[in-house]
DNA sequence: TTTTTTTTAGGACATTTGTCCAGTAAAATA
DNA sequence: TATTTTACTGGACAAATGTCCTAAAAAAAA
């Protein structure tokens, strides 16, 4: 998680010290659940190892893929953690899991301490911005299949370490379709 | 604008003063461009009066719109704004349009004149990537009917405003399809 | 390893959505 | 106001995608 920060602002050893003192660490086994719908999500993670997936649950209690994150990347139900409403999403380990996890009072901490982590928070809440439009456009500008594609040139890793099946909720697809797309696209 | 950052916000007269300098204004004919794609987007506009639109243009020709924007709303290619690569997308007024304009330069020496500017800055950020996150899951989550419908029950100003041709592509569906969708529902 | 469960592929058919188009309504322009 | 342009509706058909289901493959559990 340092090292990312570090990407975005240029940090005194002083705040880094401060960040590894706020940082806690916690373990999944696969299937297990870090947010459940319903709770209030007051922590952001960040993966060492593993994969985690988030999804919610439509009104036929189908499970709608929301968005995979993979080593070296951050997760929580962003929109809960900002408005401190609860969370229409769960997040759950696709395999066996470490973390980092800075909590809401931690992350309070930061921004309280100094300029640079509020600079820093901005920067970062810009970026997930950034890709959570890319992943909208895409939306709107493509069809499956080219989605499908995209994935397929891009991100190569989804196809090989996530099951079909909540790939193509998250290509916006049912499992039918997408074995469909597979094989005209293979 | 001044009154939207003070909601999220405790500022000193002095940092609204500031504000108060280095908001510029454009007035826009219905018609006009903002912005059109492969520019940079370096400024932020607050709608005084009119509406912006903003939209891009797929493989095919076809325009499809990425988001409207009302009085008392902010506008910009955010994704261009934030990582100063070109704009995908244009902005258009949809309606004889005034606006108030904060460029990078100025937004800049709001973020450096105080930790107040700064925090602010983030917790707008914030709320624009919820906006956005909601948008994304009603992607996911409702079909074309269930989208119009929550348009139709939330944002009634968005029929009574605007071409029903802007609406299908903001939806995610043709003209033809809106058309049939209207019919159904009304 | 054997058994059980879960995942994936794909057939058959239904529904949704798109394409192309023409007629009418509405808006913009002369 | 008259004329021209643009926007909207809806028919007919085509393509995309969903639903339901079964069999095979893969993974997990016993």
Request: neutral net charge.
């Amino acid at each position: 998680m340092k090292a990312v920060f570090q990407s975005v602002q240029d940090f005194s050893s002083e705040e880094l010290m401060l960040l590894d003192d706020l940082i806690t660490f916690r373990k999944l086994k696969k299937g297990d659940f870090l947010l459940k719908e319903n709770q209030v999500c007051n922590e952001i993670v960040f993966i060492e190892k593993g994969i985690l997936r988030s999804f919610f649950v439509n009104h036929k209690g189908e499970e709608i893929t929301n968005c995979f994150a993979f080593e070296n990347e951050f997760m929580a139900s962003f929109a809960s953690f900002i408005t401190k409403e609860t969370a229409e999403e769960n997040i759950q380990a696709l395999a066996d899991t470490e973390l980092q996890v800075l909590d809401r009072k931690a992350l309070e901490r930061l921004y309280k301490f100094s300029f640079n982590w509020q600079e820093a928070g901005r920067k970062m809440t810009e970026l997930e911005f950034v890709n959570l439009q890319k992943r909208m456009v895409s939306f709107q500008k493509l069809s499956a299949t080219q989605r499908y594609e995209e994935l397929y040139q891009n991100h190569q890793k989804y196809l090989q370490l996530i099951p079909l099946q909540y790939l193509a909720s998250y290509l916006g697809i049912t499992p039918r379709h997408l074995s469909r797309i597979r094989k005209a696209v293979v």
